[in-house]
């Protein structure tokens, strides 16, 4: 069966059978490759911890008494407060379906426009900045633009690890064409890297940068003065702003840069996050785009502006209208014949007349108690939101807080209703990639317990509030066929987005659509190629933009850089259960520059304290030398299942662009200092309820999933133990363990050193191990062995042997996770074979042979070879 991966927007397709899932050659977007994530999906089909029954206050309930008393407490409110008292929170990892009814039904039908989208946080600032240029939320190229470019410059946007299989097609191009590759990034990321240029900007920079490349052209006369006078309109104002900006860079590698730029008209400029998540990120798109407009490279082969769309289906959410400030199907709230339009179709008087609130404002307003309502679905603001203290204050005042989801998350425990969702693998729908692609994602597998579709708790919340006529949906496909029918109401051409031919597409060929591009109709796939923009006058708009200096982070402060890891996917409820993908990075850390590190005496492994205005945090520190100075980079996903430092959002503030209201995750300021560690631990359990520490531990922690579903737990203890304190009161202050269970353990207080090995019956349940010298701890790979090995041939004195008396070889940090490839093996095979090319440590160990994400890794080894030989 045919379907789709649910990571990235790059919307490859997958191959469900009987052997497993793998690559569908046939889907254009990724003609059969997968990443890392995609090629594991097949271990996170696994119910266990799942949400199978709804609850009210914690209570088992039937659906029935679940939706009624969901549809009783929004009436409430509704009646008390009005419909602006009541909201939606939902997700880019919404099906179109989904999104489309939880849309039409609270600004059609509930009357507000409170519906908004985890997408806020990604991509809602190249949804304002494709708006204001070309009148409508579109991105012109598609992926062949890749394939066919003389000049690919990744800008924000490390693609080599967040959109790899999209980054590997660049790589190939280079390889056919001589494609060359630019990464505009503060970090020396993997895609700058593998790049043959890289521009260390200074957080922020690229508005600054792109301002004065448009500049650049104008001085050497490579505009497309005719596609200028035709097509555009606001060029003058747009090139005296940029005149007044200046680089940022250092001169000799703004000229390497320039030069690419003004001599390379097949050029792709491709961002994402780095971009998109900052105070001046529409403007900072808007740069770009004007410089691609003035040079006449928008929508040609090679030769475009893209944007790389952060979830499966944040574009298919914004199609149908799913952010705060749309109406639906790129019908916009402030223009009154479109708000005509769609009240007839949707036959909804009470259509809202006014954008709802955005996702910060709409949590800063039930924190201030007007949202007495909320229903969230398929996300975790409680820890994904900037200031999640905050987020979680509004959570625990709002009267009302409904949740649907597949696993147990911080917003689920926060919720008064929770609803178990039905996930990827087990409902039907559309998706919508980052080039307009729509595929289908199929089911084909059963919802565990009474697990349900989005869709269909929607249409019975709506059913239960008087709207039963207008959201009688039986299945997918009807929602789909209104879907693609309100794209073609009286459009006439004045929308670009437009389903026209599938507004009447029957079930069957519902289920068996294949992908295509919207809009549908015959031709080439990309847009704008010959003007006829989506604005009144047809003309593309420049945008006259000016880039501000940034505020200088202050001494003993950093600034805070947050995003994706290779292996992992937002807050890690699907990737953070496989062990294969924590083997890379297994757990949170802060990654500095090693200049930054020195000066505040900071080591690899050494606590640090990051505290700002919204909290403070502790967390082991990285030295990397691709961090630029002042600068630190946290991962985004880490959360407080995983480790004592919980959600890096928590420092993160509520600095928004002014104009698409997405948070400035990428420009935090946090102050920095150094934590004396008193006591290390190690432990490693079986059993999941023992390893869920009690929050009174007093250390920091983090929790890692094994192979053979063992959990492996690291402690360091920041306060001094107890006096008197002994093996098991230790165990006890860490762990639920029960009276009954058997323990034997192994102290020595005055060294400061305590063995514990819990045991049921005939198997081992936990060991721990805690000193004062982390080097007295013993190796995760010598536990592992011991769990291995049968309680009988094993004396108790044998569980509580330390480091030294191990035969277990630690296997080091996994660096190729396709092939299980770790560090040292590399560098060994490096050694004995005069190894000097990726290739031939390909060829040699099978590392970067995948899907590619670690080669950026391999060629930095064979750098530090290079330099040791010298």
């Not at 001046?280 to 004007?290: G, K, V």
């Not at 036959?347 to 404002?361: E, I, S």
């Amino acid at each position: 069966m045919n379907t789709t991966c649910p990571y990235c927007g790059v919307g490859c397709g997958l191959i469900a059978g009987p052997e497993g899932l793998t690559g569908d050659a046939a889907h254009p977007a990724n003609r059969g490759k997968l990443c890392v994530k995609g090629a594991t999906l097949g271990l996170t089909l696994d119910d266990r911890d799942r949400l199978t029954t709804p609850t009210i206050g914690g209570r088992a309930a039937t659906w029935s008494e679940a939706l009624d008393h969901a549809a009783d407490r929004f009436a409430a409110a509704i009646a008390e407060h009005g419909p602006d008292s009541v909201a939606f929170y939902v997700s880019g990892q919404f099906l179109t379906e989904d999104y489309y009814v939880a849309n039409k039904l609270m600004k059609g039908f509930i009357g507000s426009g409170n519906i908004d989208t985890n997408s806020r946080l990604c991509m809602a600032s190249p949804v304002a900045a494709h708006i204001r240029a070309f009148g409508e939320d579109i991105v012109p190229g598609v992926y062949a633009d890749f394939d066919e470019a003389d000049l690919i410059v990744f800008t924000g946007a490390n693609a080599a690890w967040c959109h790899p299989v999209l980054f590997q097609r660049a790589l190939r191009a280079r390889e056919v064409r001589g494609t060359k590759i630019i990464a505009i990034d503060p970090r020396r990321s993997a895609t700058a890297d593998l790049a043959d240029l890289h521009i260390p900007i200074a957080p922020g920079g690229d508005l600054a940068l792109f301002a004065a490349l448009l500049n650049l052209c104008a001085e050497r006369g490579v505009l497309d003065h005719g596609f200028i006078r035709n097509h555009t309109s606001g060029f003058d104002d747009a090139l005296i702003a940029a005149r007044t900006a200046g680089h940022g860079i250092d001169d000799a590698l703004f000229d390497q840069l320039a030069d690419l730029v003004a001599t390379t008209p097949r050029m792709v400029t491709a961002f994402s996050q780095g971009v998109n998540q900052s105070e001046i990120a529409t403007d900072t798109i808007n740069a770009i785009l004007n410089l691609h407009l003035a040079t006449g490279r928008i929508g040609k082969p090679g030769a475009t502006a893209f944007s790389l769309t952060g979830q499966p289906n944040a574009m298919g959410g914004r199609e149908v209208g799913g952010l705060a400030n749309q109406l639906a199907a790129h019908l916009a709230f402030d223009d009154p014949a479109h708000h005509d339009l769609l009240r007839r179709f949707w036959q909804a008087p009470n259509l809202a007349r006014h954008q709802g609130l955005k996702a910060v404002d709409l949590f800063d307003a039930m924190h201030q108690g007007r949202i007495q309502a909320i229903w969230i679905a398929g996300t975790n603001p409680a820890e994904s939101l900037p200031r999640s203290n905050h987020i979680r204050a509004a959570l625990e005042r709002c009267p009302t807080v409904i949740v649907a989801d597949c696993w147990p998350t911080a917003t689920t425990a926060r919720a008064h209703i929770v609803l178990p969702a039905a996930g990827w693998s087990e409902k039907d729908g559309t998706v919508t990639n980052s080039e307009r692609l729509i595929s289908r994602q199929r089911a084909f597998r059963s919802a565990p317990g009474d697990a349900k579709p989005d869709w269909w708790m929607f249409t019975e919340l709506a059913r239960r509030l008087g709207h039963a006529a207008a959201f009688d949906f039986a299945n997918p496909a009807a929602i789909f066929r209104e879907h693609a029918a309100l794209s073609a109401f009286e459009n006439n051409g004045a929308r670009r987005f437009d389903l026209t031919p599938l507004a009447a597409i029957p079930d069957e060929d519902y289920d068996a659509l294949r992908p295509l591009h919207w809009p549908v109709a015959p031709g080439d796939q990309r847009l704008f190629t010959r003007g006829d923009f989506s604005t009144q006058d047809r003309r593309a708009r420049f945008i006259a933009v000016t880039a501000c200096p940034r505020a200088i982070a202050a001494s003993g402060t950093i600034t805070l850089n947050t995003g994706r890891l290779r292996d992992q996917w937002h807050t890690m409820t699907r990737t953070g259960r496989i062990p294969a993908l924590m083997a890379h990075r297994d757990a949170a850390t802060l990654d500095l520059a090693p200049p930054d590190a020195e000066r505040h005496g900071i080591g690899t492994g050494d606590l640090v304290e990051l505290t700002s205005a919204h909290g403070t945090i502790t967390l082991p520190a990285r030295l990397d030398a691709a961090q630029s100075a002042g600068t630190g980079f946290a991962g985004m996903h880490w959360t407080q299942d995983q480790g004592s430092a919980g959600t890096i959002n928590r420092l993160i503030g509520s600095a928004r662009d002014p104009v698409s209201g997405e948070p400035a995750f990428k420009h935090g300021i946090a102050r920095i200092r150094k934590i004396e560690p008193i006591w290390h631990g190690i432990a490693l359990c079986r059993n999941a309820a023992i390893a869920r520490l009690k929050p009174e531990i007093g250390a920091v922690w983090s929790r890692t999933p094994r192979a053979g579903g063992l959990i492996h737990l690291r402690f360091t203890g920041t306060a001094p133990l107890a006096q008197g304190t002994t093996c098991r009161t230790l165990a006890a202050t860490m762990f639920d363990l029960q009276d009954t269970i058997e323990t034997v353990d192994y102290a020595d207080a005055k060294c400061g050193v305590f063995r514990l090995a819990a045991l049921n019956g005939g198997s081992i349940l936990l060991l721990l191990h805690v000193a004062r010298d982390h080097a007295a701890s013993p190796t995760v790979e010598a536990l592992e062995q011991r769990f291995s090995q049968a309680l009988g041939s094993l004396d108790a004195g044998a569980l509580l042997i330390g480091r030294g008396a191990s035969r277990a070889v630690p296997t080091g940090r996994i660096v190729c996770v396709c092939h299980q490839v770790s560090e040292p093996a590399i560098r060994a095979a490096m050694a004995a074979g005069r190894l000097t090319t990726i290739e031939a440590i390909g060829a040699a160990t099978k590392a970067g042979t995948g899907c590619g994400s670690c080669v950026s890794e391999l060629k930095g080894f064979l750098r530090h070879e290079c330099v040791a030989a010298e």
